[in-house]
C-alpha cells in the first residue's frame, strides 16, 4: 500500500513537499516515481528514482522539481519548487516492491493527491 500526503494549493513561485509512504510485506523496493495527470491529460512521468539513490526528473520540472528517498522509512519525496499553474494536476507515486526473496516486483500506486497552483 502506498499512501501520499503533501498536496494542497500554493501560489504561483510557492513550493510544496510531497510525501510517499509504502507499507505493509516489503522485502525490498526498487524504482519509486512520481508521475501527474492534469485535466483532459495523459498521465505523464514527472521523475524516477532508484534504490541506489539515481535520479531523472522530467524537462518541465528540471531545476525545479527533485525527488529523494529514504529507505529506511520506505518513503519518496517530491520537492516542488517555484511552482507553476501548469504544475496542476493530481500526482501519483508507484513502486517496485518485492514481498520476499523469492518473489518477483510488482508495482503498486499511490491514491493521489492533488496540487493546484494559482495565478
Same mark, same amino acid.
Given at each position: /500500500?502506498?499512501?501520499?500526503?503533501?498536496?494542497?494549493? @500554493? /501560489?504561483?513561485? #510557492?513550493?510544496?513537499?510531497?510525501?510517499?509512504?509504502? $507499507? #505493509?510485506?516489503?522485502?525490498?523496493? #526498487?524504482?519509486? &516515481?512520481?508521475?501527474?495527470?492534469?485535466?483532459?491529460?495523459?498521465?505523464?512521468?514527472?521523475?524516477?528514482?532508484?534504490? #541506489?539513490?539515481?535520479?531523472?526528473?522530467?524537462?518541465?520540472?528540471?531545476?525545479?522539481?527533485?525527488? $529523494?528517498?529514504?529507505?529506511?522509512?520506505?518513503?519518496?519525496?517530491?520537492?516542488?519548487?517555484?511552482?507553476?499553474?501548469? &504544475?496542476?494536476? @493530481?500526482?501519483?507515486? &508507484?513502486?517496485? @516492491?518485492?514481498? %520476499?526473496?523469492? %518473489?518477483?516486483?510488482?508495482?503498486?500506486?499511490?491514491?493521489?493527491? /492533488?496540487?493546484? @497552483?494559482? $495565478?
Amino acid at each position: /500500500q502506498l499512501v501520499e500526503s503533501g498536496g494542497g494549493l @500554493v /501560489q504561483t513561485g #510557492g513550493s510544496l513537499r510531497l510525501s510517499c509512504a509504502a $507499507s #505493509g510485506t516489503i522485502f525490498t523496493i #526498487g524504482v519509486m &516515481d512520481w508521475y501527474r495527470q492534469a485535466p483532459g491529460k495523459e498521465r505523464e512521468l514527472v521523475a524516477t528514482i532508484t534504490s #541506489g539513490g539515481s535520479t531523472n526528473h522530467a524537462d518541465s520540472v528540471k531545476g525545479r522539481f527533485t525527488i $529523494s528517498r529514504d529507505n529506511a522509512k520506505n518513503t519518496v519525496y517530491l520537492q516542488m519548487n517555484n511552482l507553476k499553474p501548469e &504544475d496542476t494536476a @493530481v500526482y501519483y507515486c &508507484d513502486a517496485d @516492491v518485492k514481498q %520476499s526473496f523469492y %518473489s518477483t516486483y510488482q508495482i503498486y500506486w499511490g491514491q493521489g493527491t /492533488q496540487v493546484s @497552483v494559482s $495565478s
